[in-house]
């Protein structure tokens, strides 16, 4: 089945999953990007991060870009996770994902996920240090 999409936001995201998701009998490549928690930003020290998100909203949006990159590369599966709630630094918060004939396709594929998830889907990122707070990412 061409262009299978699998999306979703959860508290925990099992990378583990993943490639099993995108694998296709007819792909040669899979390709996949995990975002983490970093410990440092602009040279202070992170604690954790929490991410917050209109579910609804986000799920249409994340699925429209996954049409999208499966039409633009003529992928065989798509995925894309995101976490909400508190996150520790080394925790996955974002996994994009992209199986294709190819290894060009999902590649570029791929990168225009986690591009565009980060544009226009409705999930907002507080970053937490020892001594403030601070929201960073604005409505898409």
């Keep these: 089945m061409k262009g299978n999409i699998s999306i979703e936001i ?41 991410f917050e998100t209109y579910k609804v909203m986000a799920l ?10 499966i039409e633009k590369w003529n992928l065989n599966k798509v995925v894309i996770r995101h976490a909400v709630g508190p996150k520790n630094v080394e925790e996955p918060v974002v996994v994009v994902g992209a199986s ?3 290894r060009d396709a999902c590649f570029k594929a791929c990168r ?10 409705p999930i907002w990122k507080k970053e937490i240090f020892k001594n403030k707070s601070v929201w960073v990412s604005a409505h898409p």
């Design 100 to 102: 294709s004939a190819h």
């Design 60 to 69: 249409k949006e994340m699925n429209k870009i996954a049409l999208e990159a």
């Design 10 to 50: 959860f508290d925990v995201i099992d990378t583990s999953a993943v490639f099993a998701e995108l694998s296709h009998p007819q792909s040669g490549g899979i390709c996949v990007f995990v975002g983490a928690v970093r410990e440092f930003t602009d040279n202070e020290e992170v604690l954790s991060l929490e």
């Design 112 to 121: 225009y996920l986690i591009d565009t998830l980060k544009e226009r889907v």
